[in-house]
């Protein structure tokens, strides 16, 4: 890790500095964030529960929120510190747009004002759907960051139990009336719903009157004066709603999202884009070109109209006319622009143990997984290669999987023809290279590869989109002969994984 230069990209209650950096690893910019506590003893008091923050925090994954990376202590002076790396932001925040599109424009027109509260709130949503909810504490039009593409992203997440201990804790006066009247008092969603009121009522209005430059304290006139100033009155309702003096008449973010002003029933096209971004996301790293030819190759069938009478018609793929304008649309689905939000909202991770340092991480490589260990994530993609061994009667088997947090792994074992694919499959669960829901799907595609092999002089290759998976069924089998997790290339070296 490398550090550049100091960054404001976040204005973060307790955050003593940021700097930019370069992860070398991924060769991506980031941010280096540390936290400083003002006495030991407060640090060792709070140490467990602020570690367990921190560490559900590194599992949440959601477009519309600034990813999390990782997190290490460092208690080596008196003075305890926590760094963490967030995702670096290169475009500039919600605030510094609005303040150029009031040069040109009176009001934000409506369509993307729409756009950007659907993506803040499917955030937050997430976020309050944790166990327990995951406070933002921190939403402001500072704290939220927007695209060249359209894409709204919310950040600094800053848990309030962090901040009574820190040794910087600010209150940005020109941004108090973002903070619910219940605060600190109460704790709790509805307080997140208050402050994206006030983002909405800013986004809308495109400044809230008397909160310019000047930073002056904007009173609740300022605040009805700007609601008053907007033409459509679902607009109104809807931040209304929103900035309840009592935080049990605010709806939650869930609710918002059926409010009518936002609530659309999706386009069979956006179903589609959703469908395909799921199916083959980021496939392009583990899948060949020959491979996607088989799958999504010209002659490839994509539709079928059966008659009566006559032969059926069928619909290649290339009979489907290429347009950019899909492509993009597509690309924007996947990145975030355009949630799903007629349906029950994507469930977080639950917290699973981590190394908490670089130190620690290193010791987790271990020669030998321990046995019974259990693996959270679930499999996005999956591919199975078998070929024969060379001096040896035995088969090598290498299955490449994507994981939900995009992360791959690399698996590779010698097996032979009578080797069962439910014993190797309940051998990946064992061994926690794979989550037991997903054993029954590994299992039918180390079976399909298999019986194609054995027809085969070849080396065969299958990829399985999950879609076409059966659902688990339990399954109690015994294996032998252990899989190695390897980091690319698919020889067999000592056991460790590196996802």
């Known amino acids: 890790m490398h550090f550049n230069e100091p960054v404001e990209q976040r204005d973060v209650p307790g955050i003593d500095c940021a700097y930019l950096a370069m992860d070398t690893e991924e060769g991506v910019e980031v941010v280096w964030n540390e936290v400083q506590f003002s006495e030991r003893k407060n640090f060792k008091n709070q140490e467990e529960k602020i570690q367990l923050i921190?560490?559900?925090?590194?599992?949440?994954?959601?477009?519309n929120i600034v990813k999390f990376h990782r997190y290490w202590t460092d208690t080596h002076n008196d003075k305890p510190r926590v760094i963490f790396i967030t995702e670096y932001m290169s475009s500039g925040s919600l605030k510094q747009f609005l303040k150029r599109t009031k040069r040109n424009v009176r009001r934000l027109p409506l369509p993307a004002w729409r756009r950007w509260c659907t993506q803040i709130l499917s955030a937050l949503s997430y976020?309050?759907?944790c166990s327990p909810p995951i406070i933002h504490g921190n939403l402001t039009c500072d704290t939220i960051f927007i695209q060249h593409n359209g894409l709204v992203k919310i950040g600094s997440v800053?848990?309030?139990?962090?901040?009574?201990?820190?040794?910087?804790?600010?209150?940005?006066?020109k941004n108090m009336h973002f903070i619910a009247p219940e605060h600190p008092s109460t704790m709790g969603p509805p307080m997140d719903i208050y402050s994206f009121g006030m983002c909405a009522l800013e986004m809308a209005a495109l400044e809230i009157v008397g909160n310019g430059d000047s930073g002056n304290k904007v009173t609740e006139e300022n605040i009805k004066k700007t609601i008053d100033s907007l033409e459509d009155e679902h607009q109104k309702d809807f931040i209304q709603k929103c900035l309840q003096k009592n935080p049990n008449d605010r709806p939650t973010a869930r609710e918002l999202l059926f409010h009518p002003l936002l609530f659309e029933v999706h386009s069979l096209k956006l179903l589609s884009a959703h469908c395909l971004v799921k199916r083959s996301a980021n496939i392009s790293e583990t899948i060949t070109d020959e491979l996607m030819q088989r799958w999504y190759g010209p002659d490839m069938i994509v539709a079928e109209i059966r008659r009566?009478?006559?032969?059926?018609?069928?619909?290649?793929?290339?009979?489907?006319?290429?347009?950019?304008?899909?492509?993009?649309f597509v690309e924007d689905v996947k990145n975030g622009i355009y949630p799903l939000t007629a349906f029950g909202a994507k469930q977080p991770?639950?917290?699973?143990?981590?190394?908490?340092?670089?130190?620690?991480?290193?010791?987790?490589?271990?020669?030998?997984?321990e046995p019974m260990d259990v693996e959270n994530r679930k499999i996005v993609n999956m591919m199975c290669d078998i070929k024969p061994k060379e001096e040896s009667c035995d088969l090598l088997l290498t299955i490449v999987l994507r994981m939900d947090d995009k992360m791959n792994r690399h698996l590779t074992s010698c097996i032979t023809q009578t080797d069962s694919p439910k014993g190797l499959a309940q051998e990946l669960v064992h061994y926690g290279f794979i989550n037991e829901e997903d054993r029954d799907k590994i299992a039918v595609l180390i079976g399909e590869t298999l019986k194609d092999c054995s027809g085969r002089s070849s080396p065969s290759r299958l990829f399985q989109p999950l879609s076409h998976m059966p659902p688990p069924q339990p399954a109690l089998v015994n294996a032998a002969l252990p899989l190695t997790a390897v980091n690319s290339t698919p020889t067999q070296v000592p056991m460790h994984s590196t996802s």
Request: with cysteine; aromatic share 2%.
């Open 54 to 63: 921190f560490e559900n925090l590194t599992q949440l994954e959601h477009p």
């Open 127 to 129: 976020l309050h759907s």
């Open 158 to 173: 800053a848990p309030d139990s962090i901040n009574h201990h820190v040794k910087t804790c600010q209150d940005d006066f």
């Open 349 to 369: 991770p639950p917290a699973r143990s981590r190394a908490i340092s670089p130190e620690m991480a290193e010791s987790v490589k271990s020669v030998t997984p």
């Open 308 to 328: 009566k009478s006559g032969p059926p018609i069928q619909m290649k793929m290339s009979d489907i006319p290429i347009t950019e304008k899909l492509e993009k």
